[in-house]
């Protein structure tokens, strides 16, 4: 079993950045591959990034790309996602998720998710 908390949302302005950070308890994190989703109101809950086990493999939604960075420290069980230059459609709830399998930007072969972070992105 894989506890997930996610952290560091909240409101911001258009441009401005914010630094997700996710804490992992449980079984070996390094050995999951770990990714960021969002929920926007009304909306379905869609990939925004994704890192493999060894931090060196990293996949961006088209929307994010350039402007936000997965990156992981295993040692201490943490995954963060930067976000820059944020836009009033980067509001949603965003939440962190982790499978033992590579990688994949469907959320369904998810084995783990966070209980979400809010980000307000304000004009």
């Known amino acids: 079993q894989v506890q997930l908390v996610e952290s560091g949302g909240g409101l911001v302005q258009a441009g401005g950045s914010l630094r997700l950070s996710c804490a992992a308890s449980?079984?070996?994190?390094?050995?999951?591959?770990m990714a960021w989703f969002r929920q926007a109101p009304g909306k379905e809950r869609e990939f925004v990034a994704a890192?493999?086990?060894?931090?060196?493999?990293?996949y961006y939604a088209y929307s994010v790309k350039g402007r936000f960075t997965i990156s992981r420290e295993n040692g201490k069980n943490t995954v963060y996602l930067q976000m820059d230059s944020l836009k009033l459609e980067d509001t949603a709830v965003y939440y962190c998720a982790a499978r033992a399998l590579g990688y994949s930007d469907w959320e369904k072969p998810y084995e783990y998710w966070g209980q979400g972070t809010q980000v307000t992105v304000s004009s």
């Open positions: 890192n493999g086990w060894s931090g060196a493999n990293k």
């Open positions: 449980g079984r070996t994190f390094s050995r999951y591959t």
